[in-house]
């Protein structure tokens, strides 16, 4: 897949891991939890089309193929099926992953992320991408750095903050448009029933993108799932409350 940059980050005994990142960033986002991981498991991370170093490719881009690049890293790393962990746009990838092709997934993290979103959050979605059509990045920037990180967490991080602002930054505005119309459009509400595998859903309570009711109602339709809510997070609990994150999927994965 000469379009899709992928790169293995640890190894070790442990069932095989597959890391999907959030909109408008890349693999790097999920170093803190893979440096946890380090030797246990073997972990492999990628970048989404038009984003980190993958290409945007010449094929409309919609969460199908997004789907489709997932299946094909997993069936070209040959280490049978994975537990995929998806946060964000990489939770979308992750339940069509588990609906369109079950027997590649034996496990799911489905992190800050929804299944179908609503009217007038398609609407907000639309607003940004006419936005960024029109003034570049630059111009939701900080409306990007707002939602992934709450308040208080800016305030007492600056560095994180402006290194996720400048990561944000080096997006090409044109793919970065055909990833949010590839969001905006998700909708596995109705195919979430047919998932079987062992699948965690984590939300933050100050998450005001994927809300704590989006993640239960993932959980409520997915039968072999549980849920689990950080108070103090908000989109990137990853970065926010590493520890708690870490936790969280260990102990999963403990389970599997």
Not at 72 to 83: A, F, M, S, Y
Request: aromatic share 6%; with cysteine; glycine share 6%.
């Amino acid at each position: 897949m000469s379009d899709i940059y992928s790169i293995q980050l640890s190894d070790g005994p442990g069932f095989p891991v597959v890391v999907s990142h959030a909109l408008g960033l890349d693999h790097s986002m999920w170093s803190s939890w893979i440096d946890s991981q380090k030797g246990q498991r073997p972990i492999l991370a990628y970048d989404h089309r038009g984003q980190g170093r993958s290409k945007l490719g010449l094929h409309p881009l919609d969460l199908e193929l997004l789907v489709d690049d997932a299946a094909t890293l997993v069936k070209d790393w040959k280490q049978g099926p994975v537990v995929f962990v998806g946060l964000s746009q990489g939770g979308m990838v992750a339940q069509g992953l588990a609906i369109r092709h079950p027997s590649l997934v034996r496990g799911l993290v489905l992190a800050h992320t929804t299944a179908i979103y609503a009217p007038a959050a398609q609407a907000a979605w639309k607003d940004r991408i006419a936005t960024v059509e029109h003034r570049g990045i630059a111009a939701v920037v900080d409306l990007i750095s707002q939602r992934y990180l709450s308040e208080d967490f800016r305030a007492n991080n600056p560095q994180f903050t402006d290194a996720l602002r400048a990561q944000i930054l080096t997006n090409d505005a044109k793919a970065y448009v055909a990833n949010c119309q590839a969001v905006a459009n998700v909708n596995w509400l109705d195919d979430l029933k047919l998932i079987r595998c062992p699948t965690l859903v984590l939300a933050g309570a100050l998450d005001m993108g994927a809300t704590p009711a989006m993640a239960e109602a993932i959980h409520h339709e997915i039968t072999c799932s549980r849920l689990e809510i950080f108070e103090h997070a908000s989109h990137l609990s990853p970065l926010e409350q590493p520890e708690k994150f870490q936790r969280a999927v260990s102990n999963f994965l403990d389970t599997l």
